[in-house]
């Protein structure tokens, strides 16, 4: 089953922050956060293997809690090149991915 | 280092024709996955490979589909008699797994199909 991605969308101006939200109805092993730019490839964020696992990559972190079968990302002080669609996936091989969260991030 | 790459990254083809696209994984990574992406979707995902092996195979692969990966370095996947539901991107991966565990995806850019 696929994992349920909120907010839908977001718009943010530069300097804001934001949360994405995932959450799985099933048992979740591992969480990938991805970012896609309208044309372009899905970009890997991070990984997260562990409950309770926490993971930052410049201003953007994630956290993952195993129990509640949820992993959200945290966007600081957002730029205008974290535009674009957010991804969560989940699963150890293959990956089921959510719908996404567009991203916009104006001047 | 390069990435991962595929070819084409267009193409059009007729209803009825048949298609097959071309990945090159990073050369380090023993995983090659494919999947597809529509319009406003999540890619989803279609096959996979560890070294020359296809392990699993979505459900919603149809006998149209075939993919292969023979000496473990590049793969095809062939789509037999397109249908315009077959229209999307096909996307390609690969990563490093060990047992288990399997490491980040990393995705090429992608083949537009368009079946007309």
């Known amino acids: 089953q696929q994992p349920v991605q909120s907010p839908q969308a977001v718009i943010l101006r530069e300097g804001e922050d934001a949360v994405i939200n995932c959450s799985s109805s099933?048992?979740?092993?591992?969480v990938h956060w991805y970012r896609q730019k309208h044309g372009e490839a899905p970009v890997f964020l991070m990984i997260l293997l562990k409950g309770g696992e926490q993971k930052g990559h410049e201003k953007i972190s994630a956290s993952f809690n195993e129990k509640k079968q949820q992993s959200s990302l945290y966007l600081t002080a957002s730029q205008l090149s974290y535009s674009g669609t957010y991804f969560c996936?989940?699963?150890?091989?293959?990956?089921?991915f959510g719908e996404g969260t567009q991203l916009t991030v104006n001047p | 280092d390069t990435g991962v790459s595929q070819n084409p990254r267009h193409k059009i083809t007729k209803r009825g024709q048949n298609v097959t696209f071309r990945c090159d994984p990073i050369?380090?990574?023993?995983?090659l996955y494919w999947y597809r992406q529509t319009l406003g979707q999540g890619p989803e995902f279609l096959t996979y490979?560890?070294?020359?092996?296809?392990?699993?195979k979505s459900r919603l692969l149809s006998d149209r589909f075939s993919a292969e990966r023979p000496k473990g370095s590049f793969s095809t996947l062939e789509i037999q008699r397109t249908e315009q539901g077959d229209s999307a991107m096909y996307l390609c991966a690969s990563s490093l797994a060990m047992g288990q565990l399997s490491y980040e995806q990393y995705f090429g850019p992608g083949t537009r199909l368009t079946v007309t």
């Open positions: 996936g989940q699963g150890g091989s293959r990956l089921t």
């Open positions: 490979f560890q070294n020359e092996a296809q392990l699993e």
């Open positions: 050369s380090e990574h023993n995983r």
């Open positions: 099933k048992a979740l092993y591992s």
